[in-house]
């Protein structure tokens, strides 16, 4: 049979050398090279974890030491072994013993006078994937809330079925005014003002309908303080304690809806000079041009002046018809792109 090569690094707990030497034995059959520690009592054993602060895989704990046993060893083992997986090995079935040690946070519980070399190995196995499954979700969520808690947008995480609050940042609170204690009392239907409830409402429907993962509403929301703010929202799916929910990030875009009014009068007020230019200014100009043309048309002789004087007025009212033309062209077309 092929043994597993992989580096195991193991602390035995220990004071029996029988036992250590059959403990050697089963980890032998099935792991090709594992480094054992022994610690004869907790005392020792302390020294090793706080004092040296070596790090293992996994303790293989011996329940009777000669300066500790039972529930105590228990509890002082947890305290000092720094998240490392605690396995039970005792002579003693002692079944409530073993399921409140479960409780407390051992990792397993296994009875010397039944083990085997393969229910040993698959034990170590097992708590030490368990450990790093552990360790991941704790990282995972860490990250999460890094994210969440960092993030300088107000976002927060409600029930899907009952809309309740179930996590806000801070950035939500410092933005919208209520407690995180508030909120947590709360349903974000609470955040719209009544006449704009509908929105979010048909939102939902789309929301629970939908396979899409990424949904944006544009609204308002209502502040404590009663100020409206224009939102630009964004959501997610997630599980949050076995609780579908939705993770949403809402964006206060009032100054930008307010820059785009303003973008908006502006195209409407250049529209009105376009309008202007081509149908006020342009008249008494047409006016003037017709009437040049007519005195130039009735009077059959100019001196040489005065033809000189007429068409330089003429061609100047041409000229400035030509740009008056161009100007109204030009800001009838103007258009303002905004983010």
Known sequence: MDKDKRKYNLLVIEDNPGDLVLVEEYLDEHI???????????KEAKDI???????????LLDLSLPDKNGEEL??????????IPIIILTGYTDMPFSVRSIQLGISDYLVKDILSPLALYQSIL???????????????KKRYNDLFQLSP????VYDTETLKFLDVNESAVNEYGYSLEEFLEMTVTELFPKEKLH?????????????DSYR???????????KIIDVEVHSKPLMLDDKKSQVVLANNVTERTLYIKAIEDQNEKLQEIAWIQSHIVRAPLARLMGLMNLIKDDIPSFTEDQSFYLNEILNSANELDSIIKEISLQASEVKIEND
């Open 49 to 59: 974890l706080v004092t040296r602060k070596q790090t293992f895989d996994v303790i």
């Open 74 to 83: 228990v509890r002082e083992m947890l305290l000092i072994s720094a998240e």
């Open 199 to 211: 929105i979010l409402l048909e939102h939902l429907k789309k929301v629970q309908g939908s396979k």
């Open 153 to 156: 947008q107000p976002m927060w």
């Open 32 to 42: 090709l090279d594992p480094k054992i520690t022994n610690a004869e009592n907790f």
């Open 126 to 140: 097992h708590n030490i994937d368990r450990k790093k499954f552990i360790t991941d979700l704790k990282q995972s």
């Open 216 to 226: 944006s509403l544009f609204g308002q929301h209502q502040l404590k303080n009663g």
